[in-house]
């Protein structure tokens, strides 16, 4: 038999890995969501399309597959736009779908009935209208976009009404992949020569590149060759973070103004796979920043002064046979400037009546959590901290929200984390106002039966806007919360809430959490309510 629109999406999502949808549902879409439980695939109800389509890009990175997030048309459509922005500047690869207005009404029915295919265009790889032909084929290039570098989200849009019609085996939508360009020889020499050449080199390791595929030639060309080497958040564990020439981790991370300084410093600086969408400095933009990446990473007018395209890992092999270099520097450079950065960063007390400090709360929990913890961390002042401090035993074991740098990650990211692994430890730390955002998540953790450890950063407080409106003068406005007793809210969603407030009352809870047999409760950790303005931290956990 014929298979229907609907079946054919979900057996061509099965094919590409994909194991679950997140979404939030409507009338339009019930048929899809059949469809996808029949193909073996888990439909996963969240409270909110955003925090679906969050959690779609934590899969996406995770996994390397494409994540899946659904919605219904009209708001349900507009609610995916955050999480799908996110996996643009992050490339996570990601497939949206969503309804759009039947065939039948679409000429003459305004309700909720939006552009959505224009809508999603300048913020997806692809934008696909689906309509009940050739959506085998159109489903395998929508996929092959969404994996080719630089990874992305495709969205699709598809008509309630044509889903459960027999799907026509006709030519698919027109999609074009840009194919990899061949690696440009006489550009790689030129950096070949000026690298040779340099007294002052420094690498800045990033995303443009495989991480699974490539991780071994970045390792093998810093050990071979001594350069200084600093990573981004989103590539930590690619490289080793214990040896001398490793510098600390940069672009949005507290004390990485240091590391700044020192590749102002370099003469040469080679960017291996780095993006500047990841970036807020500007020593990129100098004559003698040399990029290697597996996609280009032009914007608008900037261009890297020397690019080259290709497979990093063939690419760092001949860098690595034909270097001769004798840096004026020495890799223990690379140690001077890490100590200073955890000086930076590091307070002089571990409390006050404040609360507990950041850095501690990461360092306590880096010591008692074990090395293959998964931690999903939200924006927000506490997000620099724990992007320096915190340390991964693992590569793709922490995730953020880095190139959009979005709000309400943490809870959505650990829960799709959590699925995909529930025996593994599996952390969401968020401060106040992200945790807020996607409290509603609480319930779906609760009803999943899964099991990850939410840390809440409490302030009461936009602490990250809060700051410059107080260095430049102003009284703080439009950044402070009222009093909340999270952990009510907590028990509200059945999950159990207890306050922290030291470093002792910190480490026990997290003791007890490491030892709770799986699935027997849920633990929210929160801190002393203002007005000593603590931190919160909160759990949900077996």
């Known amino acids: 038999m014929t298979q229907t629109t609907a079946q054919v999406l ?82 996570h690869p990601v497939l949206a779908l969503s309804a759009r207005t039947a065939t039948s009404l679409a000429g003459w029915h305004s309700h909720q009935n939006l552009e959505l295919n224009a809508m999603f265009a300048p913020i997806t790889k692809a934008s696909v209208s689906l309509h009940g032909t050739g959506t085998r084929e159109t489903l395998r290039r929508a996929i092959d976009i969404a994996l080719t570098p630089p990874r992305g989200p495709v969205y699709l849009s598809l008509p309630g009404d044509v889903a459960t019609h027999p799907d026509e085996d006709r030519a698919g939508a027109s999609l074009s992949i840009e194919p990899s360009p061949p690696t440009d020889q006489h550009t790689l020499e030129k950096i070949q020569t000026a690298l040779n050449r340099a007294k002052r080199p420094a690498v800045v390791v990033g995303i443009a590149l495989d991480q699974r595929k490539d991780a071994p030639g970045v390792r093998s060309f810093l050990a071979q060759t001594g350069i200084p080497y600093a990573d981004t958040p989103k590539t930590k564990r690619l490289v080793d973070p214990t040896a001398d020439a490793f510098l600390g981790t940069c672009i949005s991370a507290s004390g990485d103004a240091l590391i700044a300084e020192f590749l102002r410093q ?159 430890p599996t952390v969401g730390v968020a401060g ?76 026990h809870a997290l003791t007890a959490w490491r030892g709770e047999a799986p699935g027997t409760r849920r633990l929210l950790f929160t801190s002393p309510a203002p007005p000593e303005r603590s931190m919160l931290p909160m759990s949900s956990s077996a």
């Open 10 to 91: 979900a057996d061509e999502l099965h094919s590409a890995g994909v194991r679950s949808v997140f979404g939030h549902p409507g009338g339009e879409v019930v048929d899809l969501i059949h469809a996808f439980e029949s193909a073996g695939i888990q439909f996963v109800l969240m409270g909110h399309e955003s925090a679906a389509a969050l959690a779609a890009g934590t899969v996406g990175q995770a996994t390397g597959s494409p994540g899946g997030c659904l919605s219904t048309l009209g708001p349900g459509a507009c609610n995916l736009v955050l999480g799908v922005g996110d996996a643009l500047l992050d490339r």
């Open 432 to 507: 106040d106002g992200g945790c807020g955002m996607m409290v509603q998540e609480l319930e779906t953790v609760n009803r999943l039966g899964l099991a990850p450890l939410f840390v809440v950063l409490c302030d009461q407080a936009l602490s990250l806007i809060r700051i410059p409106q107080q260095q430049r003068g102003y009284e703080p406005s439009g950044v402070d919360f009222a009093e909340v007793d999270w952990a009510t809210v907590a028990a509200g969603f059945g999950v159990r809430g207890l306050w922290a407030r030291t470093p002792d009352e910190l480490a």
């Open 266 to 424: 370099c003469d040469f600086i080679l960017g291996l796979g780095f993006d500047p969408v990841e970036s807020v400095h500007d020593w990129h933009l100098a004559q003698n920043y040399h990029a290697v990446t597996n996609a280009s990473t032009d914007f608008e007018t900037y261009r890297p002064h020397v690019q080259v395209v290709g497979d990093v890992s063939a690419v760092l092999s001949q860098l690595t046979r034909d270097y001769n270099g004798k840096p004026a520097w020495q890799a223990s450079n690379g140690t001077r400037v890490r100590a200073s950065v955890q000086a930076a960063i590091t307070p002089a007390v571990s409390a006050t009546n404040a609360g507990l400090a950041p850095y501690h709360v990461a360092r306590v929990m880096r010591d008692i959590l074990p090395p293959e913890t998964r931690l999903s961390v939200d924006t927000g002042s506490h997000k620099l901290l724990f992007a320096q401090a915190w340390q991964t035993g693992e590569p793709l074991t922490y995730f953020n929200s880095n190139g959009l740098s979005s709000m309400g990650l943490a809870v959505p990211g650990a829960t799709a984390l959590a699925l995909l692994d529930p025996a593994r």
